[in-house]
């Protein structure tokens, strides 16, 4: 089918640990719950996609085994497109997640996998949905230089170009004039720039360092303080979207991401794209894990109106 949204990227199952506090190393402590369950940043930010109205397709490489079972159940159920998830001769990745009880705070181990085997000869086998796409979505849990392909491909069809430069790595300056909104959290933007961005005022200054190096447009999440979009024009700054108590902030970024890409995908103007993104987010957090946070469009919607 022709899709509205692209998302090359990663599948991993999570492995969540919930726990009153972080052992010392050689320690052993007794944790509060456990769950598996569907993950990677690519994976989750297309269920985000899905759920909230978009028709979308997924490019990834999943093992021969029971995570990749497990991705493929997720996606027939989500209605995401899976012409283009390849399969690979190794075990599909995981992703250790350690959750603080109290804070709902996390740290994150990946493990990718089947996923990082992708090529870009496969990516190029998905260029005709890439190029009848509206919005093209990527993140760093694959090669770069894989990444950086289907950018490329991207743009050289007039498609929209989103990078969630997460985790935070290293970026090669021929990539930043191929994205259209290059949508870092707070660590990941002062990890690329090497400032704080501790302040608003500190956001805009290290996003236009970001845009310096060729990026169309900068768009900063702030966790509860919102999101910046700083672009040549100047600033715009939008209000986090709150649906209630923090249960785990785990998925916040892919669930922004993912809505922030439907709404493009829709024709909304940026800053509206952000609200909404803002707003996919802030249900989220209210829930345990990642791709099953994941609100659907009638949640999003009745948030938006009552907010």
Same mark, same amino acid.
């Given at each position: 089918?022709?899709?509205?949204?692209?998302?090359?990227?990663?599948?991993?199952?999570?492995?969540?640990?919930?726990?009153? &506090?972080?052992?010392?190393?050689?320690?052993?402590?007794?944790?509060?719950?456990?769950?598996?369950?569907?993950?990677?940043?690519?994976?989750?930010?297309?269920?985000?996609?899905? &759920?909230?109205?978009?028709?979308?397709?997924?490019?990834?490489?999943?093992?021969?085994?029971?995570?990749?079972?497990?991705?493929?159940?997720?996606?027939?159920?989500?209605?995401?497109?899976?012409?283009?998830?390849?399969?690979?001769?190794?075990?599909?990745?995981?992703?250790?997640?350690?959750?603080?009880?109290? &804070?709902?705070?996390?740290?994150?181990?990946?493990?990718?996998?089947?996923?990082?085997?992708?090529?870009?000869?496969?990516?190029?086998?998905?260029? &005709?949905?890439?190029?009848?796409?509206?919005?093209?979505?990527?993140? *760093?849990? *694959?090669?770069?230089?894989?990444?950086?392909?289907?950018?490329?491909?991207?743009?050289?069809?007039?498609?929209?170009?989103?990078?969630?430069?997460?985790?935070?790595?290293?970026?090669?300056?021929?990539?930043?004039?191929?994205?259209?909104?290059?949508?870092?959290?707070?660590?990941?933007?002062?990890?690329?720039?090497?400032?704080?961005?501790?302040?608003?005022?500190?956001?805009?200054?290290?996003?236009?360092? *970001?845009?310096?190096?060729?990026?169309?447009?900068?768009?900063?999440?702030?966790?509860?303080?919102?999101? *910046?979009?700083?672009?040549?024009?100047?600033?715009?700054?939008?209000?986090?979207?709150?649906?209630?108590?923090?249960?785990?902030?785990?998925?916040?970024?892919?669930?922004?991401?993912?809505?922030?890409?439907?709404?493009?995908?829709?024709?909304?103007?940026?800053?509206?794209?952000?609200?909404?993104?803002?707003?996919?987010?802030?249900?989220?957090?209210?829930?345990?894990?990642?791709?099953?946070?994941?609100?659907?469009?009638?949640?999003?919607?009745?948030?938006?109106?009552?907010?």
């Amino acid at each position: 089918m022709s899709c509205d949204v692209v998302v090359l990227g990663s599948f991993v199952a999570d492995v969540a640990f919930r726990t009153r &506090r972080l052992p010392k190393w050689g320690e052993t402590f007794m944790g509060e719950t456990f769950a598996l369950g569907p993950g990677g940043k690519g994976s989750n930010q297309a269920v985000a996609a899905a &759920r909230a109205g978009a028709k979308t397709c997924f490019i990834s490489k999943l093992g021969e085994d029971a995570f990749g079972r497990l991705a493929r159940d997720t996606y027939a159920a989500e209605g995401i497109d899976t012409e283009f998830v390849f399969q690979a001769d190794c075990a599909t990745g995981a992703a250790a997640i350690i959750i603080d009880e109290e &804070r709902g705070e996390n740290a994150i181990i990946v493990v990718p996998g089947a996923c990082y085997t992708i090529t870009p000869e496969e990516v190029d086998r998905a260029e &005709r949905a890439i190029a009848s796409a509206k919005v093209f979505v990527a993140q *760093l849990e *694959l090669p770069i230089s894989v990444v950086e392909h289907g950018l490329r491909l991207a743009k050289k069809h007039g498609v929209t170009t989103v990078l969630n430069p997460a985790p935070a790595a290293s970026l090669p300056e021929s990539i930043f004039a191929l994205v259209d909104y290059l949508v870092p959290n707070e660590t990941e933007c002062s990890e690329l720039t090497g400032m704080s961005v501790a302040t608003d005022a500190e956001a805009e200054q290290a996003a236009d360092v *970001l845009l310096k190096r060729g990026a169309s447009n900068i768009v900063v999440t702030l966790g509860e303080r919102g999101a *910046l979009l700083r672009n040549v024009s100047g600033s715009c700054f939008t209000k986090a979207v709150s649906a209630g108590s923090v249960v785990e902030t785990t998925g916040a970024g892919d669930a922004f991401c993912g809505g922030f890409a439907a709404a493009l995908a829709e024709g909304r103007a940026p800053q509206d794209a952000m609200r909404f993104g803002c707003a996919v987010a802030g249900i989220s957090v209210t829930r345990a894990g990642t791709a099953p946070s994941m609100p659907k469009r009638s949640e999003v919607d009745d948030l938006l109106a009552r907010s």
